[in-house]
């Protein structure tokens, strides 16, 4: 056996076995599982990143068709007409979705989409600086920050205003290859983004936005505040909530950026017969052409959790969004106006589906761990599946 390890040098061996606990019977394995399963935190209120959403039971049945029923790759794509449809009905919704004019068929999920978002703006200018607001989600800017590690890159974090809970003005992004927001941001603020991309274009520098589908029911898409490359989690828009996934990595740009964009796309064109068809576009991956001139290393998409989101966008449709982020919002508004203002964070900044309390009580992700600036507060969601019971019940545990 150590013959077989002995191409890894011995400093870098396990010199024990691993910690782990001893093999089980299956009836002793389901029982564990089972205990496992019920440490899923199911409240409602509990988001930061993660949300619980009302999906139609028809999502749930048409991904399990067994034609659909892969969360892997489909490599044979090309000879299904059915699953390039479904790619390609899912990036034109996300283009629409984003106010964006391309879209690839998924990354693995929010925080890597936002990763490849970051070098991509590398590739496109050149430059070796990524600056990011404070503000992003905490998890994400982590998976940034080994990434940038990784090559070299210089991560800048902008920091917010404490009062405010939004991103301090933007300087110096002279060296910046690109700038990042989150919309809504982390606290669930909304960030001003008026003139914010002329400033950032400007200085040169490209303007990234991830954003939260469902808030895109009600704000503006990206696109249409200047944005050149938008990432999303998609697991909100038609993918339950499991306890560490998996998500959905939404990514579109511009279509003067599409070479330079990671993953792959599919088009729609026409065959010898006048027939409309689908095929796969573009694919610059190290698995499709030469390694040191693909945009990403990411081999595979989410292709059964993309076409999950893409039913159900389908199936809510512009007006249904609205309406469900409409009662994410109502829901918010509803919690503001029931606890004293003295509990709230932020209280003079407009939030769409996320509030900051300051409380001692075990309620929402308490953000110390991320934040250690702001104490005991903890980030609360929600969504427009809180019952006013519920609601009410929340609020008496914040007295």
């Known amino acids: 056996m150590n013959d077989l390890f002995s191409d890894i040098p011995a400093s870098v061996r396990l010199k024990d076995a691993l910690p782990l606990p001893p093999p089980l019977s299956e009836p002793a394995l389901l029982d564990e599982l089972r205990r496992l399963a019920e440490r899923n935190n199911r409240s409602l209120f509990t988001g930061g990143g993660v949300y619980e959403y009302f999906i139609p039971s028809a999502v749930k049945h048409l991904i399990g068709r067994a034609e659909f029923y892969t969360a892997y790759t489909p490599y044979q794509a090309e000879a299904s007409q059915g699953t390039l449809q479904a790619i390609y009905e899912y990036q034109s919704l996300v283009c629409a979705l984003t106010g964006m004019e391309v879209a690839n068929a998924s990354l693995y999920d929010g925080a890597t989409a936002l990763a490849e978002a970051a070098f991509m703006a590398v590739r496109l200018t050149g430059r070796k600086e990524v ?52 919309q809504p941001n982390f606290f669930g603020c909304l960030e001003p983004v008026s003139s914010l991309a002329e400033k950032i274009h400007a200085a040169g520098a ?21 944005a050149d490359i938008v ?14 996934g998996p998500g959905l990595g939404i990514f579109a ?17 026409t065959d010898l017969e006048g027939k409309r068809g689908f095929v796969l576009t573009l694919s610059t991956r190290e698995q499709h052409i030469r390694r040191e001139r693909a945009t990403s290393n ?72 991320y934040y250690p600036e702001l104490g005991s507060a903890r980030l609360l969601t929600f969504s427009g599946l809180a019952s006013r019971k519920e609601l009410d ?3 008496g545990k914040l007295p």
Do not use: W
């Open 298 to 369: 990411i081999c595979s998409n989410e292709a059964l959790c993309a076409l999950a989101s893409a039913i159900y966008l389908s199936l809510l449709g512009k007006n249904g969004l609205k309406k469900a982020a409409t009662l994410s919002l109502q829901n918010t508004g509803y919690f503001r106006r029931s606890i004293p203002a003295s509990r709230l964070l932020f209280s003079g900044t407009q939030t769409f589906n996320e509030l900051v309390v300051k409380t001692d009580q075990p309620v929402g992700l308490a953000l110390a761990p």
């Open 231 to 244: 990432v999303a989690e998609g697991q909100e828009a038609g993918n339950p909530r499991n306890f560490g």
């Open 206 to 226: 490209l303007f990234v936005v991830s954003a939260s589908p469902h808030s895109l029911g009600l704000l503006k898409g990206p696109g249409e505040y200047g």
């Open 253 to 269: 740009t511009r279509k003067a950026f599409v070479r330079q964009m990671p993953g792959r796309v599919v088009g729609a064109t």
């Open 393 to 395: 019940l929340l609020v």
């Open 131 to 182: 600056a990011v607001s404070a503000a992003a989600n905490p998890f994400y800017r982590e998976i940034l920050r080994t990434y940038c590690r990784a090559a070299d890159l210089f991560l800048r974090e902008i920091p917010y205003d404490l009062k405010a809970g939004v991103t301090l003005p933007v300087e110096r992004l002279q060296q910046s290859a690109c700038f990042i927001l989150q």
